[in-house]
């Protein structure tokens, strides 16, 4: 019988909305206070599901919490976004929570073990805003 099962993880990091081909009215007109570069405490739901194998578990839980830290917390923690992460430094994409979750979806996903799928992988600014990326 398939099962899921989720961990969280969280991670500090900071970014602006700045599209660089834009000029700053541009910007502003359409990010306003955004474009000023603020930090979020981001919170990362990684879904995986699977068959439980004869001690009942989905996936050994010491595996994906080391996927985890490998792929999310430790690259993530502490950045600037726009900065460090080449694939958001020329503002296409933005660093958006869709943008994070579309990112970390394929980095867990082709870590994850045989047998063992990728449901859900949720990236969350705060309580009132979050993203889902499900298998296609």
Not at 71 to 88: K, W
Not at 91 to 113: F, M, N
Request: charged share 30%.
């Amino acid at each position: 019988m398939p099962i899921t099962l989720t961990r969280v993880v969280r991670f500090h990091a900071s970014h602006r909305l700045w599209v660089t081909a834009w000029d700053e009215a541009e910007n502003r007109r359409r990010f306003g206070h955004l474009t000023q570069p603020h930090s979020h405490e981001y919170q990362c739901s990684v879904t995986i599901g699977g068959a439980a194998d004869a001690q009942g578990m989905v996936v050994d839980l010491a595996l994906l919490d080391q996927i985890l830290e490998d792929e999310v917390r430790r690259p993530l923690q502490g950045s600037h976004l726009n900065r460090d992460l080449a694939i958001f430094a020329a503002g296409r994409p933005l660093p958006t929570c869709e943008a994070l979750a579309e990112l970390l979806y394929d980095r867990v996903r082709k870590r994850l073990p045989a047998g063992v799928r990728l449901e859900r992988l949720r990236v969350a600014e705060d309580e009132t805003l979050h993203a889902d990326r499900t298998p296609d």
